[in-house]
């Protein structure tokens, strides 16, 4: 794995915390790498229908 630097807004930080918890998911790390999985194979899936 890679380490990427990334700054958030604290709100933003607030907001993640309060849906990664939600969510049941076991740290804030894996709602992140879902949400950008998510955001690519939405973007691979919207590139290949054109």
């Given at each position: 794995?890679?380490?990427?630097?990334?700054?958030?807004?604290?709100?933003?930080?607030?907001?993640?915390?309060?849906?990664?918890?939600?969510?049941g998911?076991?740290?804030?790390?894996?709602?992140?790498?879902?949400?950008?999985?998510?955001?690519?194979?939405?973007?691979?899936?919207?590139?290949?229908?054109?």
């Open positions: 794995m890679k380490v990427l630097p990334l700054r958030m807004s604290a709100a933003d930080v607030a907001a993640l915390d309060e849906t990664w918890k939600r969510l998911l076991k740290r804030r790390t894996a709602m992140i790498r879902k949400a950008v999985a998510s955001l690519v194979g939405e973007a691979a899936r919207t590139t290949a229908a054109r």
